[in-house]
């Protein structure tokens, strides 16, 4: 497909120039956007033109923490802390994984997310390679890590680089570099990743202080909160995505702050796993890059970004009890452009002339979205991901709902 012609919709530019822009048009030619305005382009010579009567397009959410062959452990370890889930479910079955099954994993991860407006996803799993194919095949964008726990790392960092050359001429993949957790790797391996990511240029995708237990046992053990300990290794000195933060103490979040390391808020996981709330408005406030995440399906129990969206918005204001509070717009960006900075693009996030055309159009002709008295609102707390009619990546049209074409 080479150009796109969308016309008469409601854009949400996610720009904070530009903002909502009614009966705008936008041209897609390759993989960027060329035009987004309201004025109409002269010809209608495209291969693809998308009447936007009723519909709303948007930038592609952007789920910036996930575990996506987890699909296969959707349903199998409920109602269990993270420790316990971990530990005695999920690792042990996670042993016994092979390639193909991450193969099979990521196909039902990556048509979950295109249904469901993701466009791009920064994982953390294992034979990351195998889920690099899927997501070319199918046309998402992915950000892949084979994550390093335990004694893993020199096995690891083979297969990075394996893999990094199997994909260095494709545009949608790329890769951070991801030791597990401070509970799962040796200072020793921490600082080796630190060193590894340094002089590889690469960003680090790391979990941090997601659990009570996390926090405690690491004061206990070093005399150091998991974020003061984890900067002792060297590891924020890299461009850093911490998944979660749940447990954060003020000196904690002055340490994000000085290291810029953007921050990915999980709050469904974080709910179901009963790890508690992540001071989320405390790092808006100071100025910290707050993305969103589903984390795995296993303990969400989906990739649904819409959720995750709604969840985050409500969750903070009853906490706070300041309604607010992570409002609509603060949400969707966290889901969008926050993502996008977060995992290194400049260029992505947004609806703008020059950027990645990644972008998704919802049906707003249903009940559960009338009346559209704020399309912004209505993305945020009434909108499902089975409104997403089309998924674009990188300019390709990889999603169609009337077709569940993928
Ligand atoms: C070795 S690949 C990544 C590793 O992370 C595990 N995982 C999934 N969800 C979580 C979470 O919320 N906290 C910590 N670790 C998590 C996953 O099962 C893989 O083993
Ligand atoms: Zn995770």
Same mark, same amino acid.
């Given at each position: 497909?080479?150009?796109?012609?969308?016309?008469?919709?409601?854009?949400?530019?996610?720009?904070?120039?530009?903002?909502?822009?009614?009966?705008?048009?936008?041209?897609?030619?390759?993989?960027?956007?060329?035009?987004?305005?309201?004025?109409?382009?002269?010809?209608?010579?495209?291969?693809? &033109?998308?009447?936007?009567?009723?519909?709303?397009?948007?930038?592609?959410?952007?789920?910036? /923490? =996930? +575990? *996506? #062959?987890? $699909?296969?452990?959707?349903?199998?370890?409920?109602?269990?802390?993270?420790?316990?889930?971990?530990?005695?479910?999920?690792?042990?079955?996670?042993?016994?994984?092979?390639?193909?099954?991450?193969?099979?994993?990521?196909?039902?991860?990556?048509?979950?997310?295109?249904?469901?407006?993701?466009?791009?996803?920064?994982?953390?799993?294992?034979?990351?390679?195998?889920?690099?194919?899927?997501?070319?095949?199918?046309?998402?964008?992915?950000?892949?890590?084979?994550?390093?726990?335990?004694?893993?790392?020199?096995?690891?960092?083979?297969?990075?680089?394996?893999?990094?050359?199997?994909?260095?001429?494709?545009?949608?993949?790329?890769?951070?570099?991801?030791?597990?957790?401070?509970?799962?790797?040796?200072?020793? &391996?921490?600082?080796?990743?630190?060193?590894?990511?340094?002089?590889?240029?690469?960003?680090? /995708? =790391? +979990? *941090? #202080?997601? $659990?009570?237990?996390?926090?405690?046992?690491?004061?206990?053990?070093?005399?150091?909160?998991?974020?003061?300990?984890?900067?002792?290794?060297?590891?924020?000195?890299?461009?850093?995505?911490?998944?979660?933060?749940?447990?954060?103490?003020?000196?904690?979040?002055?340490?994000?702050?000085?290291?810029?390391?953007?921050?990915?808020?999980?709050?469904?996981?974080?709910?179901?796993?009963?790890?508690?709330?992540?001071?989320?408005?405390?790092?808006?406030?100071?100025?910290?890059?707050?993305?969103?995440?589903?984390?795995?399906?296993?303990?969400?129990?989906?990739?649904?970004?819409?959720?995750?969206?709604?969840?985050?918005?409500?969750?903070?204001?009853?906490?706070?009890?300041?309604?607010?509070?992570?409002?609509?717009?603060?949400?969707?960006?966290?889901?969008?452009?926050?993502?996008?900075?977060?995992?290194?693009?400049?260029? *992505?996030?947004?609806?703008?002339?020059?950027?990645?055309?990644?972008?998704?159009?919802?049906?707003?002709?249903?009940?559960?979205?009338?009346?559209?008295?704020?399309?912004?609102?209505?993305?945020?707390?009434?909108?499902?991901?089975?409104?997403?009619?089309?998924?674009?990546?990188?300019?390709?049209?990889?999603?169609?709902?009337?077709?569940?074409?993928?």
């Amino acid at each position: 497909m080479g150009n796109i012609l969308i016309k008469n919709i409601t854009a949400v530019t996610m720009s904070d120039s530009s903002g909502v822009i009614e009966n705008a048009y936008i041209v897609i030619n390759g993989n960027l956007i060329e035009y987004i305005g309201k004025e109409k382009p002269e010809t209608e010579d495209f291969d693809y &033109v998308i009447d936007g009567e009723n519909k709303v397009v948007m930038p592609g959410l952007v789920n910036t /923490h =996930t +575990h *996506l #062959a987890m $699909t296969l452990l959707r349903s199998y370890a409920d109602d269990m802390n993270l420790q316990d889930w971990l530990f005695n479910k999920i690792f042990p079955f996670e042993d016994k994984l092979m390639a193909d099954d991450i193969l099979k994993g990521s196909e039902i991860g990556v048509d979950e997310m295109l249904a469901g407006g993701t466009t791009c996803f920064n994982d953390m799993y294992m034979f990351q390679a195998e889920t690099g194919r899927v997501a070319l095949k199918k046309g998402i964008r992915a950000v892949l890590s084979d994550c390093v726990n335990f004694d893993g790392y020199d096995r690891k960092v083979k297969l990075m680089e394996t893999m990094a050359e199997e994909f260095k001429n494709e545009d949608l993949i790329s890769f951070t570099f991801s030791p597990h957790a401070i509970y799962t790797c040796s200072f020793d &391996v921490l600082k080796k990743c630190s060193d590894y990511a340094k002089s590889n240029d690469m960003s680090i /995708h =790391t +979990h *941090l #202080a997601e $659990t009570q237990t996390e926090f405690d046992d690491c004061v206990k053990e070093r005399g150091m909160t998991p974020t003061e300990y984890m900067e002792t290794t060297g590891i924020f000195d890299s461009p850093t995505i911490a998944a979660h933060c749940v447990c954060m103490t003020d000196n904690d979040l002055e340490i994000l702050k000085k290291h810029n390391v953007s921050v990915v808020h999980n709050p469904i996981s974080n709910l179901k796993l009963a790890s508690g709330v992540a001071p989320i408005t405390k790092m808006i406030d100071m100025g910290i890059n707050v993305a969103l995440g589903t984390d795995g399906a296993s303990s969400n129990n989906s990739l649904d970004m819409f959720e995750e969206m709604k969840v985050a918005a409500i969750l903070h204001k009853g906490i706070t009890l300041d309604p607010t509070v992570m409002n609509a717009w603060t949400v969707l960006k966290m889901a969008t452009v926050n993502g996008a900075k977060a995992l290194g693009f400049d260029n *992505l996030g947004v609806l703008k002339q020059g950027y990645l055309a990644d972008m998704i159009i919802l049906d707003f002709n249903s009940p559960h979205l009338m009346p559209n008295n704020n399309t912004v609102s209505n993305l945020v707390y009434a909108a499902k991901s089975s409104d997403v009619e089309y998924t674009i990546v990188n300019g390709k049209l990889v999603y169609n709902r009337q077709t569940k074409d993928r």
